[in-house]
């Protein structure tokens, strides 16, 4: 009952900050209280409650630090052209029946190589949104295309924090798991594209607004030495390049390519870098504006507090209940459907990407070790459930912000079709030929 009670303040405060418009991280602190309350009335002392949450923080401290260097990376990209150059000939490669066909692929290329899902939302996203509405196009088509673009790369790069976070709570091996993700994705990939290239067929673009090009003339020098950064991150994790120095590199060239290319001031740079990239056009600011470490600092406390839940669930067992519950479900049903069916749990009740892939882990590892499944088929059932569909649950975090940026509705999700191809393919893949071991 005493969970029950918990887990109702921690989902009351999450409600209230949602509506409110206040940040989460008060909701994560009345939650930690509540649950610290549980584990002293279950006999545990307050340094034993605090020692289990040092825990749980220490091993998502690599997730910490990777999203510190994002923070970076997104400045730099922006300062650089990096994302400008992408853009710029992204527009150029546009004809009537491309449009959307291009729109999924730039989003997919970007967001792969910066493993962010909202950077790649608020920029090529808003550009692409803005094209569809001045040419004619569907802008809820659109929306879709960019939406399954965004979290091909949040799921699958090497870089991205949910990825990289999966991969710390699971004990796996990052590049390990990128590779299965890769040919686990491959079909829905290609369905996708195709679904796109019908669509883009049906619903061409009328004319292309060709003033962002100006835009980005004015605003930077578009050569080839943009795509440094870009070419540093997409080539070094496949030269089995550790990630962290592949994003080090990408940041150190969008340093140099922002001085010696754009020419621009050294402590604008480093202001860039640190509190977020301003242009100097009105026109491209909503566009451009953002990136730097400050930016990255909400996301930091929230992973950091959602950490210290699982040192303290863990340390208590106080999941126990409801993973007894569970199991006899995910036996019945099995194993990947049982995740799909938590993971839909959780994102509909925590909101967040983060908090629901640590309850999906803190929940499903026991149970899943004891069905006898490696820690690989955990990190894959997460990344094939829980990190994709927090794109398709409306009041998510990770499905209304980018909708946000663009602003469109949630019409959009039914055409966001790679956020719910993977799964289905996935889990027909287990029943019929299993990658693991047999259900």
């Not at 067929?201 to 060709?210: A, G, K, R, S």
């Not at 930077?220 to 089995?240: D, K």
């Not at 026991?366 to 499944?373: L, N, T, V």
């Amino acid at each position: 009952m005493s969970l029950v009670i918990g887990f109702g303040v921690f989902i009351g405060a999450m409600i209230l900050c949602i509506s409110l418009d206040y940040t989460m991280v008060i909701a994560l602190f009345i939650g930690l209280a509540a649950f610290a309350a549980i584990g002293t009335k279950k006999g545990y002392t307050v340094r034993a409650l605090t020692g289990m949450g040092v825990r749980g923080v220490k091993d998502a401290f690599v997730v910490v630090k990777i999203m510190c260097i994002i923070g970076f990376i997104t400045a730099a990209w922006r300062s650089s052209g990096t994302i400008a150059f992408f853009v710029y000939y992204g527009i150029k490669l546009i004809t009537p029946d491309l449009f959307l066909i291009v729109t999924f692929i730039l989003s997919c290329l970007l967001s792969y190589a910066l493993g962010t899902s909202f950077g790649v939302a608020g920029t090529v996203g808003v550009i692409f949104i803005t094209l569809a509405r001045s040419g004619g196009v569907s802008e809820i088509v659109t929306a879709g295309a960019v939406m399954s673009g965004i979290y091909f790369g949040d799921r699958g790069s090497p870089v991205s924090s949910s990825a990289i976070l999966v991969s710390t709570i699971t004990g796996t091996d990052i590049l390990s798991n990128v590779k299965m993700m890769m040919q686990t994705g491959i079909i829905p990939l290609l369905l996708s594209f195709c679904i796109y290239g019908v669509l883009s067929f049906l619903n061409p673009i009328h004319t292309v607004d060709q003033g962002f090009l100006s835009l980005f003339e004015e605003e930077f020098r578009i050569s080839w030495w943009c795509a440094l950064p870009a070419v540093c991150m997409l080539l070094l994790p496949l030269l089995n390049v550790p990630v962290i120095w592949s994003m080090v590199t990408s940041i150190g060239a969008g340093v140099l390519v922002s001085l010696f290319v754009q020419h621009m001031a050294p402590v604008f740079l480093i202001k860039s870098l640190i509190f977020g990239y301003e242009a100097e056009s009105g026109s491209l600011s909503r566009i451009l504006d953002g990136g730097g470490l400050l930016s990255m600092l909400e996301i930091v406390a929230i992973v950091t507090l959602s950490s210290t839940y699982s040192g303290i669930f863990s340390g208590t067992n106080m999941l126990q209940p409801l993973q007894k519950k569970i199991q006899p479900i995910m036996e019945k049903t099995g194993r990947f459907f049982g995740m799909v069916i938590v993971s839909l749990a959780t994102l509909s009740v925590f909101c967040n990407q983060t908090i629901a892939s640590m309850m999906c882990c803190d929940l499903l590892k026991q149970p899943y070790a004891e069905a006898g499944a490696s820690k690989q088929e955990l990190a894959m059932d997460m990344e094939n459930s829980v990190i994709l569909l927090a794109g398709a649950v409306p009041w998510s975090i990770a499905c209304s912000v980018p909708l946000g940026f663009m602003q469109v509705g949630f019409a959009a999700v039914p055409l966001s079709v790679f956020l719910y191809l993977v799964p289905i393919c996935y889990g027909i893949q287990k029943k019929v030929a299993n990658p693991f071991r047999a259900e």
